[in-house]
C-alpha cells in the first residue's frame, strides 16, 4: 500500500535553532501533502497544505514565517521549524492523499525543544 | 467551521463489542474516516464510507452513517487487547481537500 515516510521520528533541539522535518511518499505521487501538529491527548491541528511547485496554504493562525514548507517534488515535502522554542515541542505529523480515497500518514516526528 | 465530536473515552473488556460514536456538523461532507493511532505512532487509516451509504463493514469493523443525524460510529466486534488505541473520526468535503479530526476516542480494552 501507499507509504508516506516521515523523518526524524524525533528530535530534541536547543532553544533557538531550526529543525528540519521530512516526508516522502515512497510509492506514490503526492501533489498535496498535509502538514498537522498534534498536542499531547489532543487531535490533530491542521497547520497547512504544501502543494508541488508551489506555495503552501496555511492554516489561521500558524506562522509561516516560523514554519516553513517546501515541496519541491512530487514525492517530498517538509517542515522546517525555525528559532524553536519550548513551546514549539509538539508531535508533528503528516499525511498525503494516497490513490482515489483516504490518506497515509507519516508516523510523525516528535519533536522537544530544550 | 466544520466541528467534528467524540466522546474520549470507552472501557470494554476483551471479546466485547466497542461502538465508538462521532458527529459532524458539515452537511456537504462527503468523506468519512476512521483512523486508528497507537502511542507514539502516526495514524492508520481503518475504513472509510461515503455519504452516500448507511454501512460498510469490514471484518471486525462494520461503520453505521445516519446523514440525517450527522452521525457516524464504528463498531469492533470482538475487541482484542492490541485494539487499544485512540480512534479518530475524520470529514472532508472532497477526497483531496482537507480534513477535520474529533479529538479521539482512547479505547482501553481490559482482559
Given at each position: 500500500g501507499a507509504v508516506v515516510s516521515q523523518h526524524p521520528s524525533w528530535v530534541i533541539c536547543k532553544s533557538g535553532t531550526s529543525v528540519k522535518i521530512e516526508c516522502r511518499s515512497l510509492d506514490f505521487q503526492a501533489t498535496t501533502m498535509f502538514w498537522y501538529r498534534q498536542f499531547p491527548k489532543q487531535s490533530l491541528m491542521l497547520m497547512a497544505t504544501s502543494n508541488e511547485g508551489s506555495k503552501a496554504t496555511y492554516e489561521q493562525g500558524v506562522e509561516k514565517d516560523k514554519f516553513l514548507i517546501n515541496?519541491?517534488?512530487?514525492t517530498l515535502s517538509t517542515l522546517t521549524v525555525t528559532?524553536?522554542?519550548?513551546?514549539?515541542s509538539s508531535f508533528y505529523i503528516c499525511s498525503a492523499r494516497a490513490g482515489a480515497l483516504g490518506y497515509t500518514f507519516g508516523s510523525g516526528t516528535r519533536l522537544t525543544v530544550v | 467551521g466544520e466541528d467534528v465530536e467524540q466522546s474520549l473515552f470507552l472501557s470494554v473488556r476483551e471479546g466485547d463489542s466497542s461502538v465508538i460514536n462521532c458527529t459532524y456538523t458539515d452537511s456537504s461532507s462527503t468523506y468519512l474516516y476512521w483512523y486508528k493511532q497507537e502511542p507514539g505512532a502516526g495514524l492508520q487509516l481503518l475504513t472509510y464510507i461515503f455519504s452516500n451509504m448507511d454501512m460498510k463493514q469490514d471484518q471486525r469493523l462494520t461503520v453505521l452513517l445516519n446523514k440525517k443525524d450527522k452521525h457516524l460510529s464504528l463498531r469492533i466486534a470482538d475487541t482484542q487487547t492490541g485494539d487499544s488505541a485512540i480512534y479518530f473520526c475524520a470529514e472532508s468535503v472532497t477526497n483531496a481537500g482537507k480534513s477535520t479530526f474529533g479529538d479521539g476516542t482512547t479505547l482501553t480494552v481490559k482482559p
Open positions: 515541496h519541491a517534488s512530487l528559532s524553536a522554542h519550548p513551546e514549539d | -
